[in-house]
């Protein structure tokens, strides 16, 4: 199964797309994470990107699609994959259509604007394994480090107030049409994120990704 993750930041796409990971086995496939590895390693795509990704704009459709084609035709990706990042906007949905690997099933998280902003500004991440923290919800045990692997955890340098701001204005104006969009196709599927912990959340998706 293909499936689509759609939330606005800080709307617990990457923590539950990691859930759904672990309980079916796809692989979870982060445009997010994706860029962040390529400033990390700084790659040309990493040092084109940087800038835009702080400010908290869109990077050029054109780049992530490249790394959604390449990802998606890895072996592991065969039986199916979860995108949690693509599309963000209608052009990088047909984009999808054009190379075959439109969703099956798009997962729509609702959280309300005064939620969002307190995650966002709480998120912490893991340098080495990524791993989702949050200060307010998910503390790690010993602050600053990860549970998961003993490396630091930091704050994104896109979850300052500014980016957080345009990636909100963003989110509505590019990514929401994709709710009609894809509700016109009858994959949509609607569950609520309106939740201080995470395993409510969980439930819903994995209920309708089970119904699917
Ligand atoms: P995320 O980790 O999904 O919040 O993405 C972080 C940032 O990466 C976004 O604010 C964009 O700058 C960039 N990005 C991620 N996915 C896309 C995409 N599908 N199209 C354009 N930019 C993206």
Same mark, same amino acid.
């Given at each position: 199964?293909?499936?689509?993750?759609?939330?606005?930041? %800080?709307?617990?796409?990457?923590?539950?797309? $990691?859930?759904?990971?672990?309980?079916?086995? /796809?692989?979870?496939?982060?445009?997010?994470?994706?860029?962040?590895?390529?400033?990390?390693?700084?790659?040309?795509?990493?040092?084109?990107?940087?800038?835009?990704?702080?400010? %908290?704009?869109?990077?050029?459709?054109?780049?992530?699609?490249?790394?959604?084609?390449?990802?998606?035709?890895? #072996?592991?990706?065969?039986?199916?994959?979860?995108?949690?990042?693509?599309?963000? *906007?209608?052009?990088?949905?047909?984009?999808?259509?054009? *190379? *075959?690997?439109? !969703?099956?099933?798009?997962?729509?998280?609702?959280? #309300?604007?005064?939620? =969002?902003?307190?995650?966002? @500004? %709480?998120?912490?991440?893991?340098?080495?394994?990524? $791993?989702?923290?949050?200060?307010?919800? #998910?503390?790690?045990?010993?602050?600053?480090?990860?549970?998961?692997?003993?490396?630091?955890?930091?704050?994104?340098?896109?979850?300052?107030?500014?980016?957080?701001?345009?990636?909100?204005?963003?989110?509505?104006?590019?990514?929401? !049409?994709? =709710?009609?969009?894809? #509700?016109?196709?009858?994959?949509?599927?609607?569950? @609520?994120?309106? /939740?201080?912990?995470? !395993?409510?959340? =969980? $439930?819903?998706?994995?209920? =309708?990704?089970?119904?699917?």
């Amino acid at each position: 199964m293909k499936i689509v993750m759609l939330a606005p930041p %800080g709307g617990g796409k990457g923590t539950v797309a $990691e859930k759904i990971v672990k309980e079916f086995g /796809y692989p979870q496939i982060s445009t997010g994470d994706l860029l962040r590895d390529e400033i990390k390693r700084k790659t040309e795509i990493g040092k084109k990107t940087e800038k835009m990704i702080q400010e %908290g704009k869109l990077v050029p459709d054109d780049i992530v699609l490249n790394m959604i084609r390449a990802r998606t035709s890895e #072996k592991d990706c065969k039986k199916g994959f979860i995108l949690d990042g693509f599309p963000r *906007n209608i052009a990088q949905a047909k984009m999808l259509e054009e *190379n *075959n690997i439109s !969703p099956d099933l798009v997962i729509q998280i609702k959280v #309300k604007d005064e939620r =969002v902003i307190k995650r966002i @500004s %709480g998120r912490r991440l893991c340098r080495d394994c990524g $791993e989702i923290f949050n200060i307010f919800f #998910k503390k790690p045990k010993k602050e600053g480090v990860c549970d998961k692997c003993g490396s630091e955890t930091y704050q994104r340098a896109d979850d300052n107030e500014e980016s957080v701001k345009k990636r909100l204005d963003i989110y509505r104006e590019s990514t929401a !049409p994709l =709710v009609e969009y894809y #509700k016109k196709k009858g994959v949509l599927k609607e569950i @609520s994120g309106d /939740y201080d912990t995470i !395993p409510p959340v =969980v $439930e819903q998706a994995f209920k =309708v990704i089970r119904e699917s």
